[in-house]
């Protein structure tokens, strides 16, 4: 039996047709990139950078879209991300992400045009591929960071020492302080302890002396993750302040109670997995010392009534 051209064509347009509706009911769906670490202990600006490469890979149509695979985070020394990505195919690349606004457009970048990935050897063909392991080397001149303890902080403990300027009667003195803080996401609440001896920049009595002793509360909020952290906290506190001067029997002596509202502005740098340095920037003042000067004796200098100094120390991180 003998077919016309029309017949032909109508007959290769129906296999063309059919083709097409079979591989279009056996096309894979989108797989976007998964992530392989706990995000819950990620910063907030990181876990919303993660979310959004997620979210992006998940779209299709572009180069980067539906890679498959897994990606990890992990803190670097410099305070940085470091980053480790495993393609669908197998393949693995690493870099180090100063900052979360970062994240998206370096994943972008390689999984649309990946350079310098490296090929893991093929898994036997009785098996399905596993998922690469963590850990790719890194590019030459940086070093691997550790993981992120995926552990929850518990507890912060800091110590200090400092220096601060306090007026009317002008001094500097010495501080050291211990404070114990419980952070919860953003925020954190502490107590600490202060204990400081003056220097004395205006004329004062004979073998004058004096403490202060602090004991207060704090409230922070943290206003930036990376590449330090960034800490606001607000000081309320009680002080004993004591002066001393002269000798028997002309001897001026006696302690008085005050209290205060501070301010400090902390700045932390990771040393080590459990371990962090700081510069912090504090002020403190006695409210009811603005009405009047308070003197625990005439011939005594006045009581601090506002300062403002500077302190450094070291936090150890307790999970």
Known sequence: MRHGPISVALAAAALCCGAAASGAAHAAPCVPVG?????????????????????????????WSCPGGRFD???????????????????????????????????????????????????????????????????????????????????????????????????????????????????????WFRGALPAPLDRTPPRFSGTDVSIGLSGARRLLPSPVELWLSLEPSVAVVSMRAGAEPNLLEGSRLAFRVGLSLRAYRVLGERVRAFVGLEGETEPAGWAAPHQIDPALPSLPVAGAGLSLGIQAVVR
Request: hydrophobic share 45%; charged share 15%.
């Open 35 to 63: 992530y392989a670490g706990d995000l819950a202990v990620l910063p907030p600006d990181w876990q919303r950078a993660v979310e959004a490469v997620i979210q992006s890979t998940s779209e299709e149509g572009q180069p």
């Open 73 to 191: 985070l992990s803190l670097a020394q410099d305070g940085a991300m470091w980053l480790q990505l495993h393609d669908g195919k197998g393949r693995v690349a690493s870099r180090s992400i100063p900052s979360a606004a970062l994240l998206l457009p370096m994943a972008k970048a390689l999984l649309a045009a990946p350079p310098e990935w490296t090929q893991p050897a093929p898994a036997p063909a009785t098996a399905p591929v596993p998922a690469p392991p963590v850990g790719g080397p890194p590019p030459r001149g940086i070093e691997p960071a550790p993981p992120l303890d995926p552990s929850p902080i518990r507890a912060l403990a800091d110590a200090s020492v400092g220096a601060r300027y306090t007026a009317p009667s002008r001094s500097l003195w010495g501080l050291a302080s211990v404070r114990i803080s419980v952070p919860f996401g953003a925020w954190s609440g502490a107590i």
